[in-house]
């Protein structure tokens, strides 16, 4: 497994990528101060997007069934959990847009080579707030234990 997309995962026999290019962006507002220099304050990240693109050959790897998948995800208009085959978790995106070009066809009009681009952007607000804050959540059930008992 490369990634993992909610329940898609990435992988040679689905959406073997190439490349996977990750932003992040970070909210550094000025305010104008006479006879000096702006004053700047940090205010938090902006957002965090992932663009991911790679090369099909439907002979060996996946082709448009799995570029479709993919659409039918982004048409649910759902958040999906980003992994990575390491364990890495990115947080909670969603489908921008998904795009193909086909070329080298066969005779029936199939493509023998498919170039693909998905968009990601994240809309989390932290992996804290995404998985809660596990202290706080064992203390809960600390408590809850000893009231029970």
Known sequence: MMLALGLFVFMRQTLPYQTMQ???TF???SNARMGKRNAFQYTG???DTITISGELFPE????TLSLSAVRLMAEQGKAWPLIDGTGMIYGMFVINSVSETGTLFYPDGSPRKINF????TRVDESLKAMFGDIYDQG???ATDMLERF
């Not at 681009?117 to 990601?120: D, E, G, I």
Request: hydrophobic letters at 25%; charged letters at 30%.
């Open 60 to 63: 060996i790897t996946g082709g």
């Open 27 to 29: 909210r550094w507002p």
């Open 117 to 120: 681009t998905l968009k990601l």
């Open 22 to 24: 990750r932003d992040s």
């Open 45 to 47: 990240p902006e957002n």
């Open 139 to 141: 203390k809960q059930l």
